[in-house]
């Protein structure tokens, strides 16, 4: 007895509504470490996305628990933060915010789709920092 092929049709994933997604979540992630200045002196990727980088490499690694990445990148923020470990409350709502809707993202997408959303908000969050940072230099230039 034969068996009848069964074909699946997939929707394509709609990278549209996702790349708006995204810039929600870096705008909450850029919006937080306005507000965190890091140990380090340096542009490196490292020290311009500090605890953000940390937290999108637990989310890299499989961690899906809200709660505690909130604690690990709380955690993170008091041991590389050289102004103190004081998170304004706009600055939890926005890693908060930011890190649900990173969650609920990437519950959504396709595994294939995963580390591409990750790494996108990664690219954002690094270029949305180093952008401030250059307006900062070219406003303090012109008051000089």
Same mark, same amino acid.
């Given at each position: 007895?034969?068996?009848?092929?069964? #074909? #699946?049709?997939?929707?394509?994933?709609?990278?549209?509504?996702?790349?708006?997604?995204?810039?929600?979540?870096t705008?909450?992630?850029?919006? =937080?470490?306005? /507000?965190?200045?890091?140990?380090?002196?340096?542009?490196?990727?490292?020290?311009?996305?500090?605890?953000?980088?940390?937290?999108?490499?637990?989310?890299?690694?499989?961690?899906? /628990?809200?709660?505690? !990445?909130?604690g690990?990148?709380?955690?993170?923020?008091?041991?590389m933060?050289?102004?103190?470990s =004081?998170?304004?409350?706009?600055?939890? @709502?926005?890693?908060?915010?930011?890190?649900?809707a990173l969650?609920?993202?990437?519950? @959504?997408?396709?595994?294939? %789709?995963?580390?591409?959303?990750? %790494?996108?908000?990664?690219?954002? #969050? =690094? =270029?949305?920092?180093?952008?401030? @940072?250059?307006?900062?230099? !070219?406003?303090?230039?012109?008051?000089?």
């Amino acid at each position: 007895m034969k068996r009848p092929l069964i #074909v #699946v049709q997939r929707q394509p994933y709609d990278w549209e509504v996702a790349k708006q997604q995204i810039g929600e979540i870096t705008g909450h992630f850029a919006a =937080y470490l306005d /507000n965190f200045r890091s140990k380090r002196k340096t542009s490196s990727e490292h020290a311009v996305l500090g605890p953000v980088g940390k937290l999108l490499n637990k989310v890299t690694g499989g961690e899906r /628990n809200l709660e505690a !990445l909130l604690g690990y990148t709380m955690r993170v923020h008091d041991e590389m933060s050289n102004v103190s470990s =004081y998170l304004a409350p706009a600055g939890m @709502e926005h890693l908060s915010a930011g890190a649900d809707a990173l969650l609920t993202l990437l519950d @959504e997408a396709p595994l294939s %789709a995963r580390d591409r959303i990750i %790494a996108q908000v990664d690219d954002g #969050v =690094y =270029y949305l920092r180093r952008k401030t @940072e250059q307006e900062r230099c !070219l406003a303090a230039s012109k008051i000089a």
